[in-house]
């Protein structure tokens, strides 16, 4: 003959059932665990790459920078060359045949409101050709 083994009823059958229902509920937080762990690291890669990226940039930006500044410095040296008064005179009496003056001629300086030396009173047409 075959024994079959019916479950008991009462105390003896409610065990193994809470056992099974502890079991699953570990097992569940345990998965929610796990995956709040990879969401977690995945979001932790995501802003380490959003950091390297800009960090890319800034580092980009700086090496503009440096450069941009070597050549203002560059370029403000070739303007003092140029704007030398020696190297003007050069060029001027040189390449473009001008000859130095044989005396110089300053102007005097005009003060509105000097009773000594007024100005006089433009015309009635400042920019004509004749004059009256």
Do not use: T
């Given at each position: 003959m075959t024994a079959i083994n019916w479950p008991l009823r009462g105390?003896?059958?409610t065990a193994p059932r809470a056992n099974v229902e502890q079991s699953n509920r570990t097992g569940s937080w345990a998965v929610m665990v796990v995956l709040a762990v990879f969401v977690l690291l995945?979001?932790?890669a995501g802003f380490r790459s959003v950091l390297v990226?800009?960090?890319f940039g800034l580092?980009?930006?700086n090496a503009r920078l440096e450069n941009a500044q070597e050549q203002s410095q560059v370029?403000?040296?070739?303007?003092?060359r140029l704007e030398n008064p020696d190297r003007i005179l050069a060029v001027a009496?040189?390449?473009?045949?001008m000859v130095p003056p044989p005396a110089r001629v300053y102007l005097a300086a005009v003060v509105p409101g000097d009773p000594l030396?007024?100005?006089?009173?433009?015309s009635l047409n400042a920019f004509s050709r004749t004059t009256r």
């Open positions: 105390a003896a059958q995945l979001s932790l990226s800009e960090q580092d980009r930006l370029l403000r040296m070739e303007v003092a009496q040189g390449r473009l045949g030396h007024p100005v006089p009173a433009p």
